[in-house]
């Protein structure tokens, strides 16, 4: 999947799991290319939920500043933890969704979504609010799940994106 392994997680994520729409872009298909204009919104995720289960989903750039210096690996774009099934509106917002916003003359960045089936609740009150980066950079979703105790994600997918005419509009919105 694009050295998602080792570059993200351990394992090859199953593929077909996690659907992830955009209302302009479409489907997130495994790599596609979608441009920052088109992910600026906040995007549909589906997955098949057990009943009574909870979930953690996470979106992480493994590629900041850019793939061959990636020394920021990895930013948080989104996290919610405590989703009920398969109701992501129902769970806790850590992070605030933001798209993205690769620089310019970095070349195609990965935004890869995660998935956690949560063994337990997870108390963690932090919030993250879309217009501060703080927080989000030096993210790992290795460290994140091994603290919270979620394994390996149990479904994933990710796109490609690079600089477009969106991206300094998304980064004047951001403060710290």
């Known amino acids: 999947m694009n050295?998602?392994?080792?570059?993200?997680?351990?394992?090859?994520?199953p593929k077909g799991k996690l659907?992830?729409?955009?209302?302009?872009?479409?489907?997130?298909?495994?790599?596609?290319e979608l441009t920052p204009t088109?992910?600026?919104?906040?995007?549909?995720?589906?997955?098949?939920?057990?009943?009574?289960?909870?979930y953690t989903l996470l979106m992480v750039d493994?590629?900041?500043?850019?793939?061959?210096?990636?020394?920021?690996?990895?930013?948080l774009h989104w996290a919610v933890i405590n989703i009920p099934g398969n109701k992501l509106n129902s769970g806790h917002s850590l992070a605030e969704y933001i798209?993205?916003?690769?620089?310019?003359?970095?070349g195609l960045h990965r935004y890869v979504f995660l998935l956690y089936r949560q063994g337990q609740k997870i108390d963690d009150s932090q919030h993250i609010d879309k217009r501060t980066r703080e927080g989000r950079l030096s993210f790992s979703a290795r460290q994140f799940a091994e603290k919270h105790g979620l394994g390996q994600p149990i479904a994933g997918s990710f796109y490609q994106a690079q600089y477009d005419d969106y991206v300094p509009i998304l980064h004047k919105s951001l403060s710290g």
Request: hydrophobic residues 35%; glycine residues 10%.
């Open 99 to 106: 798209g993205s916003g690769p620089p310019e003359g970095s």
């Open 38 to 54: 088109q992910v600026k919104d906040q995007p549909e995720v589906i997955w098949e939920a057990e009943q009574g289960q909870l």
């Open 19 to 32: 659907l992830v729409n955009y209302a302009v872009a479409g489907a997130v298909q495994e790599g596609n």
């Open 3 to 13: 050295d998602l392994v080792p570059d993200v997680v351990d394992v090859v994520l």
């Open 62 to 75: 493994p590629d900041a500043p850019s793939r061959t210096d990636p020394k920021w690996r990895e930013i």
